[in-house]
């Protein structure tokens, strides 16, 4: 009987001891992150930078992260963004035929253009289009709900670096998968991106409309220091 307690107490004492664990990170806070990007890279050896770093604890790469020229983080974490149930393979898919039919149209519009000028402002790369259609999504208020007094107020707060480009990408996936299911997702992207990259769009509206609304209620801002 003392024994099964034993083991009992044991095994539980294990547990509590484990499950905080499995939700720390095996890096320290005195980590930090790699540098995969070589512009990144060869603007640290001309600061001098780069030196700085050969003593300090670094973190692992990630298995998607590379010096290849043809990586491009903002590209690899929305195609992070349009897969689901672990598909990588097939959004990674996807969202190289919604290239292949930005630079399709695009194309197009340029044999259209009647004078050199108008080829001149037509992006052909669809990679910047992408890069131009986040930037032009990315909010830089939000609303956050805080109770004072027995009433909740929606106060607009700063949107961090790292969640406006969250935001940004959701609502063009969003406003791509809101569209007719007769129209296959690659077209759809195509579209959500070339409007988004002209600052047009259902997109641009709904930023457009959280930064009112973020304007209407800048008399509750001071509650989010109170």
Not at 46 to 57: F, I, M, N, R, W
Not at 129 to 158: D, F, M, S, W
Request: one cysteine or more.
């Amino acid at each position: 009987m003392l024994r099964r307690l034993a083991c009992s107490f044991v095994q539980s004492h294990t547990r509590r001891l484990l499950v905080p664990a499995a939700h720390m990170s095996q890096y320290g806070p005195h980590f930090i992150d790699p540098v995969v990007d070589k512009k990144q890279i060869e603007a640290l050896k001309e600061s001098g930078d780069l030196a700085k770093l050969a003593h300090v604890p670094i973190k692992a790469a990630l298995s998607s992260q590379n010096t290849s020229v043809f990586y491009d983080p903002l590209v690899s974490q929305f195609t992070n963004y349009v897969m689901k149930q672990g598909k990588k393979e097939l959004s990674r898919g996807l969202v190289e035929k919604g290239f292949e039919n930005i630079k399709r149209l695009q194309l197009e519009r340029y044999h259209l253009a009647e004078s050199e000028e108008e080829r001149a402002k037509i992006e052909l790369n669809p990679k910047k289009l992408l890069h131009q259609a986040v930037e032009n999504c990315r909010p830089l208020l939000q609303l956050t709900p805080i109770k004072r007094g027995g009433v909740r107020y929606q106060v607009p707060v700063p949107v961090t670096e790292k969640r406006s480009y969250f935001l940004a990408m959701k609502w063009l996936l969003e406003a791509v998968r809101e569209k007719e299911r007769t129209v296959h997702f690659p077209e759809k992207m195509a579209w959500e991106v070339l409007d988004a990259a002209a600052n047009q769009g259902k997109v641009v509206k709904r930023k457009h409309e959280l930064h009112r609304q973020c304007e209407a209620n800048r008399a509750y801002a001071h509650y989010r220091w109170s």
